[in-house]
């Protein structure tokens, strides 16, 4: 029997549930969130599609599913500017995570924002291998700039390393076009400004996240070995330490199978360090 658990299951943990549930992906859901009201509702919602799938509220529980998804915590509002600013909140809420999981042997998925500096969080207080503690942000971001290329009359491969967040790092060298600096920037401010208009328009994104978290949770139970822009704890790839960044990973039934160094040009290099550096300063807080 093949079990998911999500703890948070609001906006982006309730569709993932659903999802999982549609596609057939699973046949136990382990949901749990602080907010009794809104768990109920969740469950009940998720009985009434008539899915035969078990669903569980039990905590106990969480500890032995397959795969565990981590999407509690304060979502990020009109008013929060970015998703870094979430970190003071947040911390408490990965702690309590990580007592949720202690002995946990399957794959972590760290969708709360800060995701990147969460996902490194989790591993460090759970003291887990580093390839069970995948961080989802980087397909949401390469799907957002697939369809930026494609309005710019520039289709081509689309992925975004980096931070999930104002450091992300789309990589123009792989799309085969030309583009130019100030052409680069361009797109990548209607990047980093994408989740907003949509945060604005309905209080939060729920379809692109929730639909590419199912995906990932795919790619590792059909142990599909596909290269993914995902957060890992790095030791070393692309030159950096003590923090947890987009890069492609090859995912399978295990996690993280291997984390592949593409060549990056000199912009994205660039990017890529600063990125780096910067959620290496947010990871530090779970370092004490």
Known sequence: MTSLAILGVGKVGGETAFLSAALGLVDEIVVYDVYEPLLRAQVLDLQHTGIDVA?????AAIRDADIFVFAAG?????????RADLLDANIPVAKRCSEFLQGFPGIVISVTNPMDANNYGLWKMMGIDRHRCIGFGGQLDSARFARYLDEAGKPGPAWVLGEHGEHQVPL??????????????AILSRMRGASMEVIRGKGGTVFGPAYHVTMLIRAILDDRREVLPCSCV???EYGLSGCSLGVPARIGREGILGIEE??????ESARMAEAGAFVRDLCRRFDG
């Open 234 to 236: 790095l030791d070393g």
């Open 55 to 59: 669903i569980s509220t039990e905590t």
């Open 74 to 82: 304060t979502p990020r509002t009109p008013d929060i500017k970015t």
């Open 262 to 267: 593409w060549d990056l040009d000199t912009w």
């Open 172 to 185: 123009f060298s792989k799309t085969g076009a030309d583009l130019g600096i100030e052409e680069r920037e």
